[in-house]
């Protein structure tokens, strides 16, 4: 006769090496999509951990233990920023399209963008060197497009590269303005797709 107590003990056994790992990836997961959302809302300063592990369903102890506390699940948070971004600004793609693909991508990750917003308001956040050397690499794209004469050689790579960043997230930056000038919601899809379509048309303006 089949012991009744083998179904159990079956149900508990430890979970394998790579049921481990999937399961660690996904509470990561978790815990990095409420950071953002923490972070989009009240800024690195005033974000708090229990929060952000309240938001995800976990214990504050296992953000400690995947990222190593705030800054270093912070830094993370700017990690997934650079992997979702760069293809957007891949070397082959036209300048129109990269400066589109940015104005959709603000528009359909607005917490992205407000967190770009908040460090820009504060000096209280982790520095990111990676974070710089991402920019800097952008501008370096710039010179290229310039060289290769995609850029009119009296514009300043960098400069370009910053009012063009202006101009993207503008509809996060400058909500209310936006609203008053076109009578649109910044936040509809509709309001991102024309934005996105008419400052393609200026970037082509400036290529000449």
């Not at 229990?50 to 102890?61: P, T």
């Not at 300048?95 to 940015?102: M, P, R």
């Amino acid at each position: 006769m089949a012991d009744p107590q083998e179904p159990q003990r079956r149900s508990r056994r430890s979970p394998a090496a790579g049921e481990r790992q999937r399961d660690a990836e996904r509470t990561k997961a978790k815990i990095v999509a409420a950071a953002i959302a923490e972070f989009a809302a009240k800024g690195y300063a005033a974000a708090r951990v229990s929060e952000i592990a309240d938001r995800a369903g976990v214990n504050k102890q296992l953000i400690s233990y995947y990222f190593g506390g705030k800054e270093g699940l912070y830094l993370e948070v700017n990690r997934s920023w650079d992997t979702e971004s760069r293809p957007l600004a891949a070397p082959g793609l036209p300048l129109t399209e990269v400066v589109a693909g940015f104005v959709r991508h603000s528009g359909q990750n607005r917490d992205y963008g407000r967190i770009m917003v908040w460090e820009n308001l504060s000096a209280d956040f982790p520095d990111d060197p990676k974070q710089r050397e991402f920019f800097q690499a952008r501008v370096a794209e710039m010179r290229r497009r310039q060289d290769e004469g995609e850029i009119p050689a009296d514009i300043d790579p960098d400069c370009l590269l910053l009012a063009l960043m202006a101009a993207a997230s503008a509809s996060l930056t400058l909500p209310r303005v936006a609203k008053m000038i076109t009578g649109e919601d910044p936040d509809s899809p509709e309001f991102t797709a024309r934005y996105a379509e008419q400052l393609t048309r200026i970037v082509r303006h400036i290529q000449g």
